[in-house]
């Protein structure tokens, strides 16, 4: 499913791209220029991240996250999961499932980018979780509501699996993220990885 191919690098509009969806030069460009990946957390749930976004690189990784956010080009999606891949240690998918995290507008992104992890690393996807409608909770913070707000599917069982990755394209307050671990309510160890860490702040 190739939705919107271009032969041109999404970065400097010049090509030809082969297999990516930048150019060689903006690819090594931008491995110098983005911060190191890192693992941090949030409450309880380690979080993944390729690109922390904070004050000091905001125009570079500001590109690239509209440039996914914009995107339907799913080679985009196959770069950012092959870079999970060879960023992570192989251990971290060891015995695990992928689970996109729900979107309440309807985009794709989470489910796409789980979806090119799965083909890289042949894991399992399952959409275990899903978004019920937002109540009216006055007083509560966005990080409650989000935690009653997103449930584990009728039927659904990871327990086979030894961990879960929960994949999204960006976290900012990791609410989401926390409310995904919670309504898993599984015993087994869950992380999640994304593209995109925006700070708060920034
Ligand atoms: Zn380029």
């Known amino acids: 499913m190739e939705l919107f191919p271009s032969l ?31 693992w941090e957390r949030i409450e309880e749930l380690s979080v993944f991240s390729l690109i922390a976004w904070g004050r000091d690189n905001e125009t570079p990784c500001r590109a690239l996250l509209y440039d ?20 992570l240690p192989p251990d971290t998918f060891h015995n695990a499932v992928l689970v996109p995290v729900p979107s309440s507008t309807g985009r794709l992104h989470s489910f796409l980018l789980a979806r090119c992890l799965a083909e890289t690393t042949g894991l399992e996807m399952v959409e275990a979780l899903a978004l019920g409608k937002e109540e009216r909770q006055p007083g509560k ?6 935690k009653r707000r997103l449930r584990l599917k009728e039927g659904v069982d990871l327990l086979s699996y030894k961990s879960v990755l929960l ?26 990885l994304t593209v995109f860490r925006r700070e708060p702040s920034a």
């Open 141 to 146: 913070s966005r990080r409650e509501r989000m």
């Open 8 to 38: 041109f690098c999404r970065l400097c509009a010049e090509g030809p791209v082969f297999g990516s969806c930048f150019c060689r030069f903006c690819e090594e460009k931008m491995r110098h220029a983005l911060p190191r990946p890192r």
């Open 68 to 87: 996914l956010k914009e995107s339907q080009d799913l080679r985009l999606f196959r770069f950012w999961s092959r870079e999970w891949v060879r960023r």
């Open 167 to 192: 994949i999204d394209d960006v976290t900012t307050s990791g609410a989401t993220l926390l409310g995904c671990k919670k309504a898993l309510r599984g015993s087994q160890k869950v992380a999640a």
